[in-house]
């Protein structure tokens, strides 16, 4: 889906996301990440305004959906997707996959060599249909994709999801965190 052409890409803060929380966001189901967990995690992580990582997709009426994508710091590079987020009243509208494909192309550009999502069960198809492919559940219920980028594109579609690969394997298959306790393949 085409990002609504009155929405734009843009930096935001921590004190612009908790301006644009509505009751609903408060309230939202178990199934999908509230805006006080998407706050809560922002602190966990330590990210503070500047970091560069930050992206959020701005309707005239004011934030729509934000991002973060961490780094690691250690070598081969790997970005990860931490937050993706869309408030309630701007969802089917594009944003969700503008952040995606931003997150994508900034890991990408700054020589990413591996990308990382984990999916709660109700977004699965969402990512999928942006060409992602899954490894399996974790064990908090969602579902784990993991794959280095090809040397000549940051889609999902062209990506290696290839076991052999010792990074991915290791990472797929973790006893810590995040790994995959109820492997599918890469579908």
Request: hydrophobic share 40%; aromatic share 18%; with cysteine.
């Amino acid at each position: 889906m085409q990002l609504d052409p009155s929405y734009c890409l843009g930096r935001y803060t921590l004190k612009d996301f908790k301006a644009a929380v509505t009751p609903a966001e408060k309230h939202a189901s178990s199934y999908t990440l509230s805006a006080s967990v998407f706050a809560s995690r922002w602190k966990f992580l330590n990210i503070t305004d500047d970091y560069p990582g930050l992206m959020g997709v701005w309707s005239p009426s004011g934030l729509a959906g934000a991002t973060v994508v961490t780094v690691s710091k250690r070598q081969p590079r790997l970005s990860t997707m931490d937050l993706l987020f869309t408030f309630v009243a701007h969802r089917r509208r594009g944003v969700g996959a503008a952040l995606v494909k931003w997150a994508l192309q900034y890991a990408f550009e700054i020589g990413s060599l591996y990308f990382r999502v984990a999916s709660k069960f109700n977004s699965v198809e969402f990512y999928r249909s942006l060409g992602f492919r899954f490894w399996g559940f974790q064990k908090s219920g969602g579902s784990l994709s993991f794959f280095r980028f090809s040397p000549v594109s940051w889609q999902p579609s062209e990506a290696d999801y290839d076991l052999s690969d010792p990074f991915i394997y290791r990472n797929v298959f973790t006893k810590h965190v995040g790994g995959v306790v109820n492997f599918t393949g890469a579908i």
